[in-house]
Antibody
Framework: EVQLVESGGGLIQPGGSLRLSCAASGFTVSSNYMSWVRQAPGKGLEWVSVIYSGGSTYYADSVKGRFTISRDNSKNTLYLQMNSLRAEDTAVYYC??????????WGQGTLVTVSS | QSALTQPASVSGSPGQSITISCTGTSSDVGSYNLVSWYQQHPGKAPKLMIYEVSKRPSGVSNRFSGSKSGNTASLTISGLQAEDEADYYCCSYAGSSTFEVVFGGGTKLTVL
């Protein structure tokens, strides 16, 4: 059974940093495209970043230069390092298995709140 | 890239059919057969309902169907049931020179 479990969210001050984790089971992270998608409170979904199986990474313009997606193959875990956080980054962050520009498996999400 | 345009809300009675539209541009919906649809109940993660315009994942009811014409994609739900009440989001690949995915703003489906 495929399972994705995010962790690492919390309350952080503007300008701070946070690292989200997404532990996968039932499949191999490094053999798949993996994405982060976020949802601000009461708002719609927003694609954040993707890492290809070959290691290439891409980011939404809104987070480019501040967020870094990575993975640890030995731990079968996806990460999102978030720096220089802003109030507008407040959202539930989901990791998702990207099956080719669509998302077939999702985690339960982790809430990031950026506030002083 | 701007978000895809969806109606804020639609409604229907049990047993009826409804259609949710998703309008993009020639740079996203119009250029790629890579439109997907997600159902999201309150407090839950999104669930894939349709991918590649009209394909249904295993386990998704055949009451859900997708189509596309030009820059507009559509999700049709037939034989509405109470449990279909949820938010629905469309999504399209939008990158050519760089990777980009855009979502619609979401549509709240109310089953009357």
């Amino acid at each position: 059974e495929v399972q994705l479990v995010e962790s690492g969210g919390g309350l952080i001050q503007p300008g701070g940093s946070l690292r989200l984790s997404c532990a996968a089971s039932g499949f191999t992270v490094s053999s798949n495209y993996m994405s982060w998608v976020r949802q601000a409170p009461g708002k719609g979904l927003e694609w954040v970043s993707v890492i290809y199986s070959g290691g290439s990474t891409y980011y939404a313009d809104s987070v480019k230069g501040r967020f870094t997606i990575s993975r640890d193959n030995s731990k079968n875990t996806l990460y999102l390092q978030m720096n220089s956080l802003r109030a507008e980054d407040t959202a539930v962050y989901y990791c998702a298995r990207d099956k080719g520009y669509y998302y077939g498996d999702w985690g339960q999400g982790t809430l990031v709140t950026v506030s002083s | 890239q701007s978000a895809l345009t969806q109606p804020a809300s639609v409604s229907g009675s049990p047993g009826q059919s409804i259609t949710i539209s998703c309008t993009g541009t020639s740079s996203d919906v119009g250029s790629y057969n890579l439109v997907s649809w997600y159902q999201q109940h309150p407090g839950k993660a999104p669930k894939l309902m349709i991918y590649e315009v009209s394909k249904r994942p295993s386990g998704v009811s055949n009451r859900f169907s997708g189509s596309k014409s030009g820059n507009t994609a559509s999700l049709t739900i037939s034989g509405l049931q109470a449990e279909d009440e949820a938010d629905y989001y469309c999504c399209s690949y939008a990158g050519s020179s760089t990777f980009e995915v855009v979502f619609g703003g979401g549509t709240k489906l109310t089953v009357l």
